[in-house]
């Protein structure tokens, strides 16, 4: 069965410093993956995924099929980036979630 | 962008009563729903996915008599908590896709609480 594993519940970073979300995961097939966030007191909402290879927001995830990873990355954090952030594996349809990590901006 | 809405937002009752919550996709046109759980500091888990016309599938471990889903339409679900306990207090969030493949689009939760 498919796993996605987020090995960081909490995450503060400085204002202006670089961010890495880091998320791995376990899928014998092609993955396809996605970033979702969610922000305080708002539902949840779709960041990027793999597929598109765009930036959102500043924010880029690459997919690494030989370390099977799809770490989220920003060059320089921004408070209004402070939120929930979940990796996603989706198969069949059905997306797999990873535990969440939840990123705090210190000004 | 698309909007789920999900009715009601919070709901309380008592152990042994049924509680239904809704999930529309309010400005497209949905063949599929699924619907989660989310357990207080824990991720999403999906229970099953509901189909348009047909009977939902489930997940592993989730009973299907006990949480009846109802997809009636292409903009309605339903998820019924029927004789709920305690343990079945949770946060649950749906969410609706043109198809199992495009985006979905998650509602905003609801809250459950079973005394």
């Known amino acids: 069965a498919q796993r996605v594993t987020q090995p960081e519940k909490l995450l503060s970073v400085f204002k202006g410093a670089p961010v890495e979300l880091k998320c791995n995961y376990s899928?014998?097939?092609?993955?396809?993956l996605f970033w979702y966030v969610q922000y305080s007191r708002q539902r949840l909402q779709l960041l990027l995924r793999h597929i598109s290879r765009e930036s959102i927001k500043g924010f880029t995830a690459d997919l690494n099929k030989g370390e099977t990873s799809f770490h989220l990355k920003k060059p320089f954090a921004q408070e209004e980036d402070s939120a929930m952030y979940y990796c996603?594996?989706?198969?069949?349809?059905?997306?797999?979630f990873g535990t969440g990590t939840r990123l705090t901006i210190i000004p | 962008g698309a909007v789920v809405s999900q009715h009601p937002s919070w709901v309380i009752c008592k152990s042994g009563t049924s509680v239904k919550i809704e999930c529309r996709s309010l400005?497209?046109?949905?063949?599929?729903m699924f619907w989660y759980r989310q357990f207080p500091k824990q991720s999403l888990m999906l229970m099953a996915t509901?189909?348009?016309?047909?009977?939902?599938?489930?997940e592993q471990g989730v009973e299907k008599d006990k949480f009846l889903i109802n997809h009636a339409s292409l903009t309605l679900s339903t998820l019924t908590v029927t004789s709920a306990h305690p343990e079945d207090s949770s946060f649950y969030i749906c969410?609706?896709?043109?198809?199992?493949?495009?985006?979905?689009?998650f509602g905003p939760g609801t809250r459950l609480t079973v005394t």
């Open positions: 509901s189909n348009e016309g047909s009977k939902a599938t489930y």
């Open positions: 400005d497209f046109q949905a063949t599929t």
């Open positions: 969410s609706a896709g043109l198809d199992s493949e495009r985006e979905q689009y």
């Open positions: 899928y014998s097939g092609s993955p396809e």
């Open positions: 996603a594996l989706r198969v069949s349809g059905k997306l797999t």
